[in-house]
């Protein structure tokens, strides 16, 4: 009967011990576990899946270390995007009230928060991008969240700017019209 008593010792110890060497963390944050939502999100766009292996492209990667960007954390979910502090990075849809922390299955544009503007990121042709450089007036810029055929320039575009997003089902994703009437001119 004392032998159970030391393997009851025994094993958790030796267990302990090998975590302890191997160098894993058991860390568990249970505040964010319990504040999950675990309702489904986004089953309204399920359609548009993002191809299996797709890393963030290099260029964003750049713009958010640029921008010193960190990523929306899951107790920031569903905060009101106003109310959110500068310099995060989160995922949404044309509307954007509240960010997601993780892009998910959906093609979703990144949304950047960083010196007290909020911004569309995406790619886009270079001639639409040149329509926004140049400040022309009535046009669209067909924004996709990853690079594709013909559109392969990255660029960002404050949502204020667009006065209407539209998403349009393409393939097996999505592409965001972003329709901008006019620029506003910049306060110096």
């Known amino acids: 009967m004392k032998r159970w008593y030391l393997y009851l010792i025994a094993v958790p110890l030796g267990l302990g011990g090998l975590v302890y ?9 249970f505040a964010d576990m319990w504040s ?8 309204q766009h399920d359609v548009g899946k993002i191809p299996e292996g797709n890393a963030v492209p290099k260029e964003v990667l750049r713009l958010r270390h640029k921008h010193q960007l960190r990523p929306l954390t899951e ?7 106003e109310e959110l502090p500068d310099g995060v990075y989160g995922f949404s849809m044309c509307s954007v009230v509240a960010l997601r922390a993780t ?9 950047q928060k960083h010196d007290g503007i909020i911004f569309y ?7 639409e991008i040149d329509q926004y450089l140049t400040r022309q007036k009535n046009f ?3 924004t996709s969240p990853h690079p594709r055929k013909g559109a392969s320039s990255l660029f960002e575009i404050p949502v204020e700017f667009v006065s209407k997003c539209e998403e349009r089902p393409m393939g097996d994703g999505y592409l965001f ?12």
């Open 36 to 43: 999950r939502d675990h309702q489904a999100k986004n089953t």
């Open 121 to 127: 990121v995406g790619y886009a042709s270079d001639e």
């Open 140 to 142: 669209h810029i067909l």
């Open 21 to 29: 060497l191997v160098g894993l963390n058991f860390s568990v944050n």
């Open 75 to 81: 107790r920031e979910e569903g905060t009101k995007i």
């Open 103 to 111: 892009r998910g299955n959906t093609f979703s544009l990144e949304i």
């Open 177 to 188: 019209d972003l329709f901008v009437t006019a620029i506003p001119e910049l306060q110096i």
